[in-house]
């Protein structure tokens, strides 16, 4: 896949024994010229082990404004095989969204559910409140892995449980130091985080 001259591809054979495929987590990184993905591939070979890893490039999109925000799919396929080891041998694939939205970096890992696009990463990726609100049309904003819903007016932004570095001020203007500011319209919202791959995924 062909991405823009200012992001460059760093392949990285790094496998060893026993791998596991958090172990091949891409990187996303900003540099002089651009950015820099990291991605991993090779493999390691004995007379007891031969595991291998091949990294790809599944999907590729910029959004927003100016194309500001910088999203990547990328697909790991991980062969595991240990002649007489404890541990479980097969072939093992996951999958991360990475890149560059709202101000900030970040490698994202999902569920083995054979993205094919940035848009179903992304829509997977919001909550089930966030989409039936949504669906009802009421406004969303998005702060990160913040979502701002809009609701009743009996509900209060000023007393919904922001992260600790989401700090909203009497201006109704919620900053965090990596992102943009986010300016909400009215204090009637109520708070939603981003679904996040637990080790149970």
């Known amino acids: ?22 172990d091949f987590e891409p ?53 595991r095989w240990s002649n007489g080891a404890r541990f479980t041998n097969g072939y093992y694939t996951g999958y991360w969204l990475i890149g560059h939205d709202d101000g900030s970096d970040f ?16 829509e997977y990726m919001k909550p089930a409140v966030v989409k039936k609100a949504e669906k009802e049309g009421k406004k969303v904003f ?20 922001l992260p600790a570095s989401h700090k909203i001020g009497e201006d109704l203007v919620v900053r965090h130091g990596e992102h943009s500011a986010l300016k909400l319209p009215h204090p009637h919202f109520k708070v939603a985080l981003r679904k996040a791959l637990s080790d149970n995924d």
Request: glycine share 6%.
């Open 1 to 22: 896949m062909k991405l823009q001259k200012n992001i460059r591809i760093t392949k990285k054979d790094n496998v060893g024994c026993h791998p596991t495929l958090s």
């Open 27 to 79: 990187t996303f990184k900003k540099t002089k010229r651009g950015y820099e993905v990291i991605l991993f591939e090779g493999s390691y070979k004995s007379s007891k082990h031969n595991h291998s890893v091949n990294s790809k490039i599944v999907d590729f999109e910029r959004k927003g404004r100016g194309g500001k925000n910088i999203y990547l799919l990328i697909k790991v396929d991980m062969k």
């Open 107 to 122: 490698v994202t890992r999902l569920p083995n559910k054979d993205f094919k696009t940035i848009d179903e990463a992304l």
């Open 142 to 161: 998005r702060q990160g892995d913040v979502f701002f819903i809009e609701a009743s007016k009996r509900t209060n932004i000023f007393k919904q449980h």
